[in-house]
T-cell receptor, first 114, second 114 residues
Framework: SQKIEQNSEALNIQEGKTATLTCNYTNYSPAYLQWYRQDPGRGPVFLLLIRENEKEKRKERLKVTFDTTLKQSLFHITASQPADSATYLCALGHSGGGADGLTFGKGTHLIIQP | EAQVTQNPRYLITVTGKKLTVTCSQNMNHEYMSWYRQDPGLGLRQIYYSMNVEVTDKGDVPEGYKVSRKEKRNFPLILESPSPNQTSLYFC?????????????FGPGTRLTVL
C-alpha cells in the first residue's frame, strides 16, 4: 500500500541554523509533491510545489528537493527563526494530473529555539 | 480577499443528531474537498468534487455525505453522527489543472460528538 513517512518526532533547531525536514514515500509514483505549513488549530498553508521532473525549487529562505530514485523530498529552511516553528506537511499528487487524491504525510513538528 | 470559509468553527453535538458543516470559497475554484485530521493519523480525505454535481469518495467517506449544487459551496453532511466522527475538519479548494495546484484550506471546524 502507499505510504508517506515524515519525521514523527519533533525537530528542535537552534535559531539561525538550517532546518531540514524529510518526506519519504513507498509504493507511489507521484507527479508532484507539495509542502504545507500548519499552525496549531489552523488550516494548512501552501508553501512550495515541485514536479517529478524538477530536482530543486527555491522560494526565499525555503528550498525543496525531489529525488524520485530515492523516493524522497527534503525541505530546507535556512536562517531559521522562532516564527518558523510549526508543523510541516508534505503531500503527494497522483500521476495524471488534477487535484484529486492528494495524499498527505502526518507532518513534522519543527521547533526553532531562540 | 480570497478565502475559504467554514461554519461553524466549533460544534458539540450528540450521537444521531444530523448536522451540516458549510464550506464556501470565493476564488471560482472547480475543485473542493473535505478532510478530517486526527492525532497520529494526519489529514485524510473524506470526499472531493471536481465541479458542480460531480463528487467522489476519498479515503474515509463512511458516515458522510456531500453535495455540490453551486460552484462556491460544498457542504459536509453527517446524517447520524457518532463519537468516532469527533475530529478537526478542513475544507479545501483549488483550480483543476495538470500536475498539481495549490490547495487553499479553510480555518477548520472542530466537531465533538458525545
Amino acid at each position: 500500500s502507499q505510504k508517506i513517512e515524515q519525521n514523527s518526532e519533533a525537530l528542535n533547531i537552534q535559531e539561525g541554523k538550517t532546518a531540514t525536514l524529510t518526506c519519504n514515500y513507498t509504493n507511489y509514483s507521484p507527479a508532484y509533491l507539495q509542502w504545507y505549513r500548519q499552525d496549531p488549530g489552523r488550516g494548512p498553508v501552501f508553501l512550495l510545489l515541485i514536479r517529478e521532473n524538477e530536482k530543486e525549487k527555491r522560494k526565499e529562505r525555503l528550498k525543496v528537493t525531489f529525488d524520485t530514485t530515492l523516493k524522497q523530498s527534503l525541505f530546507h529552511i535556512t536562517a531559521s527563526q522562532p516564527a518558523d516553528s510549526a508543523t510541516y506537511l508534505c503531500a503527494l499528487g497522483h500521476s495524471g494530473g488534477g487535484a484529486d487524491g492528494l495524499t498527505f504525510g502526518k507532518g513534522t513538528h519543527l521547533i526553532i529555539q531562540p | 480577499e480570497a478565502q475559504v470559509t467554514q461554519n461553524p468553527r466549533y460544534l458539540i453535538t450528540v450521537t444521531g443528531k444530523k448536522l451540516t458543516v458549510t464550506c464556501s470559497q470565493n476564488m471560482n475554484h472547480e475543485y473542493m474537498s473535505w478532510y478530517r485530521q486526527d492525532p497520529g493519523l494526519g489529514l485524510r480525505q473524506i470526499y472531493y468534487s471536481m465541479n458542480v454535481e460531480v463528487t467522489d469518495k476519498g479515503d474515509v467517506p463512511e458516515g458522510y455525505k456531500v453535495s455540490r449544487k453551486e460552484k462556491r459551496n460544498f457542504p459536509l453532511i453527517l446524517e447520524s453522527p457518532s463519537p468516532n466522527q469527533t475530529s478537526l475538519y478542513f475544507c479545501a479548494s483549488s483550480f483543476v489543472g495538470l500536475l498539481g495546484d495549490t490547495q487553499y484550506f479553510g480555518p477548520g471546524t472542530r466537531l465533538t460528538v458525545l
